[in-house]
């Protein structure tokens, strides 16, 4: 047996149960095995993965021989296509309780307290070494796992010997019983885990029987005293809670917990990427989502300018995290956090080493509307700077997907830079179109397959249509505009790009206004900053020339300008009506988009519009 939950005993010995449950024998070479004190043999107990039997194999003394094995009455291997085997199959038993002794809770055995304790100090004083679960030296416990599927049978037993643990065992039980209940998880391969998440989700929701039976109590306690109704709301409200919250809130209280949770929800989401319609899953995944926008509130962040004097292992983090421009060198990261450069990032408490989110901002004189020039900039110090630039945002962790984080940053740098550089009043971003093609591409593929009745349910005006019938007379505009969508090569021509430039600028400025997934903008960065309250402001031509920004969208990319005072209303617009706000007065390459939407622009304040 390579992996599993196992009782070890360092000496020669067996643990008997009740007659019809499972016994669990264990042998060893007592040459070399020291005993505990009192001359009993000493105890391990948890889900061990392979390496972590190694270790106490090792702890045993080198040259121990030691033999694990796991019967029941009839013979058969109990839990074996697991590698988890119980000392009691009875459900008492996952609750810390040897078989027939229901009355007296085992004693967390002193090797595995000793090591709780070490890990806590390690992870006190070493945050990014320490992870929990030990997947850092697991990966033979992970191989070996890779050959075994987890017994839903054994799963469910094991996660309700975590999650019915109770501090009447000793205050530090449940604590140990979910550390290795982590590291089994650790030591299981992505199918091993997904039948770990499923069993999860769908064994430990809500009892809908004892709900029914609450909601009769509470109905029945309406008639009769205040005393009455006030324990069978509380008796619905616990029944109304998933067992797996329990779960999640005992992983928290371990160190390196909260980013085993992040992690968890991590591959809750892979998962859900290609099984999408378990319903058990999502309510999994939709909880532990809620609780982590509890534990990642504002009350729990601590903003950091980062800087090249930052700790080596956090710039490290900045280089290989950042999603939207990348770093190609040490130096590069240096210029961008160097003169007339900002960064900034969130990190958690119990994350201290981790920049969870965090923003690159250059500061300049006007809106810059191409960030090669910001990032190549050789002389990017500017005296009394009159805007900001937010030029990249990146979050770190996936399994934060949902949880808040940008909105916050952004609005909370904004206050860093006011009181830090009072020059500025402009504050701009300049923002990847990451969904743009894609998106024509679907949609010119769909107008082939289903030709629109009239020209008004075309991607093309009738004047675009004109143009392009005359750029390529020997084939329809939609099939010219499908050429051009998928080879950007004309971009190299300037007859061909005075053709289609302003063609795919128009559609673009339609992609990001009117293009809608439940009334929201459909691109991931426009409904990112247009929630947070921003106005669009200006589409940009060769914003982005490098070969990520010409597959992306051509090469455009897009202002975003957070007027400080319409925030908060423009917010409530978008999330109300689905209303996105064009910056007044409107810029040429969104007059179209604006006309077809109909929305009034803001009017400014005076100051803050003479800037621009």
Not at 10 to 23: D, E, F, I, N, Q
Not at 571 to 593: C, R
Request: overall charge neutral; proline content about 6%; charged content about 20%.
């Amino acid at each position: 047996m390579t992996t599993g939950r196992v009782l070890c005993l360092a000496g020669r010995g067996s643990l008997r149960a009740r007659p019809g449950h499972a016994t669990l024998s264990v042998s060893a070479s007592a040459s070399h095995a020291p005993l505990a004190a009192s001359g009993t043999a000493s105890l391990h107990t948890g889900p061990f993965s392979a390496a972590s039997l190694a270790r106490i194999h090792r702890s045993n003394g080198s040259s121990t021989s030691t033999s694990i094995c796991c019967h029941h009455r009839d013979g058969k291997h109990l839990l074996s296509t697991a590698g988890i085997s119980n000392y009691n199959s009875s459900s008492s038993s996952s609750s810390g309780y040897p078989a027939g002794n229901e009355t007296k809770p085992l004693k967390p055995p002193s090797a595995v307290v000793a090591e709780y304790w070490d890990d806590v100090m390690k992870y006190s004083h070493q945050p990014d070494d320490y992870t929990l679960g030990h997947a850092s030296d697991g990966h033979a416990a992970g191989d070996a796992a890779a050959k075994i599927q987890p017994d839903e049978t054994a799963v469910r037993q094991l996660l309700m010997g975590v999650i019915k643990a109770k501090r009447e065992q000793g205050d530090i039980w449940p604590c140990l019983l979910t550390r290795q209940c982590c590291e089994f998880y650790e030591g299981l391969d992505m199918a091993g885990r997904t039948k770990f998440l499923c069993v999860l989700g769908r064994d430990f929701d809500i009892d809908l029987q004892d709900t029914a039976s609450a909601v009769t109590q509470f109905e029945e306690s309406m008639s009769k005293s205040d005393r009455s109704v006030i324990r069978s709301s509380q008796r619905l409200r616990l029944v109304l809670t998933p067992a797996y919250l329990t779960f999640f809130s005992r992983i928290n209280q371990l160190p390196g917990g909260m980013a085993f949770l992040v992690h968890l929800r991590e591959d809750i989401l892979k998962i859900l990427a290609t099984n999408g319609n378990d319903l058990h899953l999502r309510a999994l995944n939709d909880a532990l989502k809620a609780k982590l926008q509890e534990w990642f509130s504002m009350g729990f962040l601590d903003l950091e300018r980062i800087t090249w004097h930052s700790p080596a292992n956090i710039l490290e983090k900045i280089v290989r995290y950042e999603a939207v421009h990348e770093i190609p060198s040490w130096q590069a990261l240096k210029q961008r956090l160097g003169p007339g450069r900002l960064c900034y990032s969130f990190f958690h408490r119990s994350m201290p080493q981790d920049p969870l989110t965090f923003v690159q901002v250059a500061l300049v004189q006007d809106i810059s509307d191409q960030v090669q020039a910001i990032l190549h900039d050789k002389s990017p110090d500017v005296k009394d700077p009159k805007a900001a630039i937010f030029y990249s945002i990146t979050s770190s962790q996936r399994g934060l997907s949902g949880v808040d984080l940008g909105n916050f940053l952004i609005k909370r740098v904004v206050k860093e830079i006011q009181l830090n550089f009072p020059s500025i009043t402009t504050f701009c971003t300049l923002s990847p179109i990451p969904g743009f093609r894609a998106w024509l591409a679907t949609a010119i593929a769909n107008e082939i397959q289903h030709p629109p009745p009239d020209a008004s349910g075309s991607l093309l005006l009738p004047q675009e249509a004109d143009a392009l019938r005359a750029f390529a007379p020997s084939q329809a505009p939609i099939q010219t505009l499908s050429t051009v969508s998928g080879d950007a090569a004309w971009l190299e021509s300037a007859d061909q790009s005075r053709v289609f430039q302003p063609i795919i600028e128009r559609l673009c400025s339609r992609y990001l206004t009117m293009e809608k997934k439940r009334a929201l903008a459909l691109d991931p960065v426009a409904n990112f900053h247009i929630r947070n309250g921003a106005s669009i402001y200006r589409l940009n031509w060769a914003g982005d020339t490098s070969d990520k920004g010409i597959r992306q969208s051509f090469g455009m990319m897009v202002n975003y300008i957070y007027d400080l005072p319409e925030i908060e209303a423009n917010n409530q617009k978008y999330l109300l009506d689905g209303q996105i706000t064009f910056w007044d007065p409107v810029h040429p390459s969104l007059e179209w988009a604006q006309t077809q939407t109909a929305i009034t622009p803001p009017t400014p304040p005076h100051d803050f519009s003479s800037k621009l």
